[in-house]
C-alpha cells in the first residue's frame, strides 16, 4: 500500500465557518503559517483549539468544520482494500485507474499485487496463467475476433485475484478522516493500519485524533 500526499486545504475557512454559530469571529487566533500548490498550513490558535476540541467531543454533528477541511491524496492498495473503502462513500470521492482499459497494456508482475512471504509461490501460478491468457487475447484482437477476445478478456477479469494493486485519487474531508480512525483502528486488515499511519502525517492531525 502507497498514500501520497497531493493537497490538503480549507484551515481558515473551517476555522471562520466554526465560530459562525455564537458571532465569535473576534475570538478567532488562528492564522496561516504558509500556503503552497499542495499543502496550507494553519497555526491553530489555543482559543479555536479549545473550541474545536469541544465540538469535536460533542459529537460528528457539532463539529461540521471538520467537512470543510480536504485532502487529496493518490492511494495504491489492493482491490480487497478498495472494497472495505467503497464503505465510505459519504465524504469520499475517488477516481481510479482503469481495469477495463489498461489491464492488457502489459504483462502483469508479482509487483502489480500485495503479496507477503510465503503466498508468491502461488501468487506467480496465478499470474503466469493470466499472462498466458492476455497473450491469447492479443493475439486474437489482431485477428479480429473481437466476440472471442471478449470472452477471454472477462476469463480473465473473474481470474484477476483480490490482492491486484490498484491506484486512485482520492479526496476526503477532516471529519471523513475522523470517522475512519474511529471505526477502523482495531480492523485485522494490516492496510488499515498504514492508512491510520497516514492520517498522522496530516497538518493538525489532532482535529482526526482528538
Same mark, same amino acid.
Given at each position: 500500500?502507497?498514500?501520497?500526499?497531493?493537497?490538503?486545504?480549507?484551515?481558515?475557512?473551517?476555522?471562520?465557518?466554526?465560530?459562525?454559530?455564537?458571532?465569535?469571529?473576534?475570538?478567532?487566533?488562528?492564522?496561516?503559517?504558509?500556503?503552497?500548490?499542495?499543502?496550507?498550513?494553519?497555526?491553530?490558535?489555543?482559543?479555536?483549539?479549545?473550541?474545536?476540541?469541544?465540538?469535536?467531543?460533542?459529537?460528528?454533528?457539532?463539529?461540521?468544520?471538520?467537512?470543510?477541511?480536504?485532502?487529496?491524496?493518490?492511494?495504491?492498495?489492493?482491490?480487497?482494500?478498495?472494497?472495505?473503502?467503497?464503505? $465510505?462513500?459519504?465524504?469520499?470521492?475517488?477516481?481510479?485507474?482503469?481495469?477495463? &482499459? +489498461? /489491464?492488457?497494456?502489459?504483462?502483469?508482475? *508479482?509487483?502489480?499485487?500485495?503479496?507477503?512471504?510465503?503466498?508468491?509461490?502461488?501468487?506467480?501460478?496465478?499470474?503466469?496463467?493470466?499472462?498466458?491468457?492476455?497473450?491469447?487475447?492479443?493475439?486474437?484482437?489482431?485477428?479480429?475476433?473481437?466476440?472471442?477476445?471478449?470472452?477471454?478478456?472477462?476469463?480473465?477479469?473473474?481470474?484477476?485475484?483480490?490482492?491486484?494493486?490498484?491506484?486512485?485519487?482520492?479526496?476526503?474531508? $477532516?471529519?471523513?478522516?475522523?470517522?475512519?480512525?474511529?471505526?477502523?483502528?482495531? &480492523? +485485522? /486488515?494490516?492496510?488499515?493500519?498504514?492508512? *491510520?499511519?497516514?492520517?498522522?502525517?496530516?497538518?493538525?492531525?489532532?482535529?482526526?485524533?482528538?
Amino acid at each position: 500500500m502507497k498514500i501520497e500526499t497531493l493537497q490538503v486545504s480549507g484551515f481558515l475557512p473551517a476555522i471562520i465557518a466554526m465560530r459562525n454559530p455564537m458571532d465569535s469571529w473576534a475570538r478567532s487566533d488562528t492564522y496561516m503559517s504558509y500556503e503552497t500548490d499542495r499543502i496550507s498550513e494553519a497555526i491553530i490558535g489555543e482559543k479555536d483549539r479549545e473550541l474545536s476540541l469541544k465540538l469535536q467531543n460533542a459529537g460528528p454533528e457539532h463539529c461540521k468544520h471538520l467537512r470543510m477541511i480536504v485532502v487529496w491524496a493518490n492511494i495504491v492498495a489492493s482491490r480487497y482494500w478498495w472494497i472495505e473503502a467503497d464503505t $465510505y462513500r459519504m465524504g469520499m470521492e475517488k477516481i481510479s485507474c482503469s481495469t477495463m &482499459h +489498461k /489491464l492488457m497494456a502489459r504483462p502483469l508482475t *508479482i509487483d502489480d499485487f500485495e503479496h507477503e512471504n510465503g503466498n508468491e509461490l502461488a501468487l506467480n501460478r496465478i499470474i503466469e496463467m493470466i499472462n498466458g491468457r492476455m497473450k491469447n487475447y492479443q493475439e486474437l484482437i489482431k485477428d479480429s475476433r473481437e466476440e472471442e477476445a471478449k470472452k477471454v478478456w472477462r476469463e480473465i477479469i473473474q481470474l484477476l485475484p483480490q490482492s491486484y494493486l490498484q491506484r486512485r485519487t482520492v479526496m476526503m474531508s $477532516y471529519a471523513t478522516l475522523r470517522n475512519i480512525v474511529r471505526q477502523r483502528q482495531n &480492523h +485485522k /486488515l494490516a492496510e488499515w493500519k498504514e492508512f *491510520i499511519s497516514w492520517c498522522k502525517t496530516l497538518p493538525n492531525s489532532w482535529m482526526i485524533f482528538d
